[in-house]
């Protein structure tokens, strides 16, 4: 089985909550399953750019026009996505390590996705839809926020933003950790809540070590 780590947090891992849940659920992961592969990738070592509208006709021209050539404008910008999806491509677990920043997901994750989850790649478009091409079965979200969420919370755009996002491509097995409130200066039980959601982090470890 094939794990893609995908890393949005800049802070070092001793301060960031979020790279602690990850240490947590990979450290269950491996010590369940000896025979995962596990690659890592961190957004802030190699950084995504934005799409450009030169990328974007390298990634959907074929989609309009079957007898589209690209032009070496436009091979030089999708470089990134032609250098950085086989792993994506090639994963059955997808974890992103991440904060949330101002109710939702940090830009550079963002840019990332928008560089992979490209057609050609992750899937085809036909006149009868989206067809995925990935085996990817399941993405785990492991994240810390300053501010306090309840389930369902509106101020929450990080968790429905990935749930479209992925389910465009036919993956809606999403599994979060969530460690919120950590601002101490403004909540109490902080703590608590991180140890709730580093035992969450580690049950799906389990679940995921047991995939077959």
């Known amino acids: ?41 961190d957004l802030y070592q190699s950084r995504p750019p934005f799409v450009t509208a030169e990328a974007l006709r390298y990634f959907w021209g074929p989609v309009a026009d079957s007898d589209y050539n690209p032009s070496k404008a436009e091979e030089t910008a999708a470089n990134y996505s032609n250098n950085n999806s086989s792993m994506l491509m090639e994963a059955d677990v997808l974890v992103l390590t991440l904060p949330v920043w101002i109710n939702s997901m940090p830009a550079i994750l963002k840019a990332w996705l928008d560089q992979v989850l490209v057609p050609g790649k992750m899937f085809e478009m036909s006149p009868e839809g989206i067809s995925p091409t990935h085996r990817l079965r399941t993405v785990v979200l492991l994240v810390s926020s300053d501010e306090l969420y309840k389930e369902g919370d509106v101020l929450d755009g990080l968790t429905p ?16 950790a969530w460690a919120d409130g950590q601002d101490t200066s403004r909540h109490i039980g902080a703590e ?21």
């Open 161 to 176: 933003a990935i749930r479209a996002i992925f389910g465009y491509i036919g993956v809606d097995d999403i599994q979060i």
């Open 192 to 212: 608590e809540r991180f140890e709730l959601a580093a035992e969450a982090a580690r049950e799906i470890a389990e679940e995921v070590a047991a995939m077959t």
């Open 1 to 41: 089985m094939n794990v893609l780590h995908v890393i949005a947090n800049p802070r070092p891992a001793e301060v960031s909550k979020s790279k602690m849940l990850a240490l947590e659920f990979f450290t269950t992961l491996t010590e369940n399953n000896s025979e995962v592969i596990v690659n890592n990738v």
